[in-house]
């Protein structure tokens, strides 16, 4: 009887250890990131790897983020928010052109939208369009948002942009 006893104990306690645990295949307490928020996962840490000097990491984390943003805009097309880190990865990237063409797909969207509109002034600033970037400002005078004073601070030449 106490052997039985063990063994019923053993098994009990071997299901109840699994079941608390933290078993990787136990995805009940997880939630799982949509694609938009991996891509922004991958451009925060970009972001953090530029400030820190390590420009071919964030680079990797750029192709990254772009390339999930690019199968999401084919899935769903139309998206501003998409379209704003599209071109803002395609920017860093070094593609100016194409990342010009993501923002003004988004601004045809959303005229207002506050991201797409300063990193459009940004890239202006880059390639040397000051009245474009003085427009994008323009349109987010009336924000009170950070996107104002960031593009505002960088046209002024008090704040460099990375491109």
């Known amino acids: 009887m106490k052997k039985i006893l063990i063994a019923i104990s053993f098994v009990f ?20 990131k949509t694609n938009y928020e991996k891509a922004v996962s991958y451009i925060d840490k970009a972001k953090k790897l530029e400030l820190d000097g ?21 899935s769903k097309p139309n998206n501003a928010d998409t379209l704003n880190y599209l071109g803002f990865t395609t920017r860093k990237l070094g593609d100016f052109n194409l990342g010009e063409e993501y923002y003004l797909q988004g ?45 505002k601070e960088i046209i002024e030449g008090t704040k460099k942009s990375k491109y």
Not at 13 to 32: M, P, Q, R
Not at 54 to 74: F, G, P, R
């Open 13 to 32: 306690l071997s299901f109840n250890a699994y079941g608390a645990g933290s078993s990787s295949s136990d995805s009940s307490n997880t939630v799982k």
């Open 54 to 74: 390590k420009q071919e990491k964030a680079e990797k984390q750029y192709k990254k983020a772009q390339k999930i943003l690019i199968k999401l805009n084919e």
């Open 107 to 151: 601004l045809a969207i959303e005229p207002k939208h506050n991201g797409i509109n300063e990193y459009l002034g940004e890239l202006y600033v880059v390639t040397n369009r000051m009245d474009l970037a003085k427009e994008r400002l323009n349109v987010l005078k009336d924000c009170n948002c950070e996107e104002f004073q960031e593009l």
